[in-house]
T-cell receptor, first 114, second 112 residues
Framework: NAGVTQTPKFRVLKTGQSMTLLCAQDMNHEYMYWYRQDPGMGLRLIHYSVGEGTTAKGEVPDGYNVSRLKKQNFLLGLESAAPSQTSVYFC?????????????FGPGTRLTVL | GDSVTQMEGPVTLSEEAFLTINCTYTATGYPSLFWYVQYPGEGLQLLLKATKADDKGSNKGFEATYRKETTSFHLEKGSVQVSDSAVYFCALSLYNFNKFYFGSGTKLNVKP
């Protein structure tokens, strides 16, 4: 099992450019999440999905869009990148169980917006 | 609202010293509590968890006890190693979509 993988690992964008980050998991998890990690702020939830075809906003959704067309994939899009979106982005997934469950994280994507 | 507060770092210790990283939480329901560890350049990995009051999570010599009366989940290790140098995150999870709330992270530096 590869677990949770993220593509790309690094990216540099100019202000106003667009890009899509891909997250894939092979654990048949129902729930998937996108976080951003900034110094001194821990992880903040951008968007999440509780199943194929469904998405919901997290704590900091502005400037991002997501799609979950397939159960194993969760895409994060930036339509018009801004310097404030310079961050490390982590994808995570978990089972849907009767109680809370562990989230499994990908290795992260380091994005710089100039 | 629901949140996690953990002690600010960095924490610098000598090898074989005792480690405590404090974590307290605020939650409207009955959360599960987690400690995650992040090594340089990597994603977060689960270190240990506890799902109900008085449970003790343990792994790799680390321990944390779910204290409902003090709303705390402090991380401890009796003898740290250089290889324990990392950032440690406390987190809680509620039943609602398994939504996680993370603390800001505590960086641990262990010197030989």
């Amino acid at each position: 099992n590869a677990g949770v993988t993220q593509t790309p690992k690094f990216r540099v964008l100019k202000t106003g450019q667009s890009m899509t980050l891909l997250c894939a998991q092979d654990m048949n998890h129902e729930y998937m999440y996108w976080y951003r990690q900034d110094p001194g702020m821990g992880l903040r939830l951008i968007h999440y999905s509780v199943g194929e075809g469904t998405t919901a906003k997290g704590e900091v959704p502005d400037g991002y869009n997501v799609s979950r067309l397939k159960k194993q994939n969760f895409l994060l899009g930036l339509e018009s990148a801004a310097p404030s979106q310079t961050s490390v982005y982590f994808c995570a997934s978990s089972h849907r169980t009767g109680t809370t469950d562990t989230q499994y994280f990908g290795p992260g994507t380091r994005l710089t917006v100039l | 609202g629901d949140s996690v507060t953990q002690m600010e770092g960095p924490v610098t210790l000598s090898e074989e010293a005792f480690l405590t990283i404090n974590c307290t939480y605020t939650a409207t329901g009955y959360p599960s509590l987690f400690w995650y560890v992040q090594y340089p350049g990597e994603g977060l990995q689960l270190l240990l968890k506890a799902t109900k009051a008085d449970d003790k999570g343990s792994n790799k010599g680390f321990e944390a006890t779910y204290r409902k009366e003090t709303t705390s989940f402090h991380l401890e290790k009796g003898s740290v190693q250089v290889s324990d140098s990392a950032v440690y995150f406390c987190a809680l999870s509620l039943y609602n979509f398994n939504k996680f709330y993370f603390g800001s992270g505590t960086k641990l530096n262990v010197k030989p």
